[in-house]
């Protein structure tokens, strides 16, 4: 049992170490437009970040099902959703743009999260 919850623990932070180099790129591959658009402000501080977590199947419980947004404003981002069944995990990422985008009921709940009373990083 303790195998598995270290598997579990270097899964996640080898997710979390994904997201976060996704960001740095968003942020990279704009920084001249955020600077023009911010004034020297990081992009970061103003990320929306909300969640939700859900189980994915009915035979499953514990909530271990989740959903991540990261939004800018509130017209563009990107969702993060992890589905866990019993025997195995997948991992989603999604971009958001408010006019059209194909999110599923779960990101759609995380995305009004992140707008409505998600945090920001500089409230993190």
Known sequence: MMDNTVLFIIGAIIILNIVLLIILLI???NLKKIEEKQKGELILSSFSIG?????????????LSFSLAFVA???KGIVLTSIHTREQSFLYLKP?????????????KAI????GEGYTVKEL
């Open 27 to 29: 942020l990279r591959s």
């Open 51 to 63: 969640g939700t977590k859900y189980d994915a199947f009915q035979d499953t419980s514990g909530k």
């Open 73 to 75: 404003g509130d017209e």
């Open 96 to 108: 958001y743009n408010k006019d059209k985008s194909n999110l599923t009921e779960e990101e759609k």
């Open 112 to 115: 009004e999260v992140a707008l």
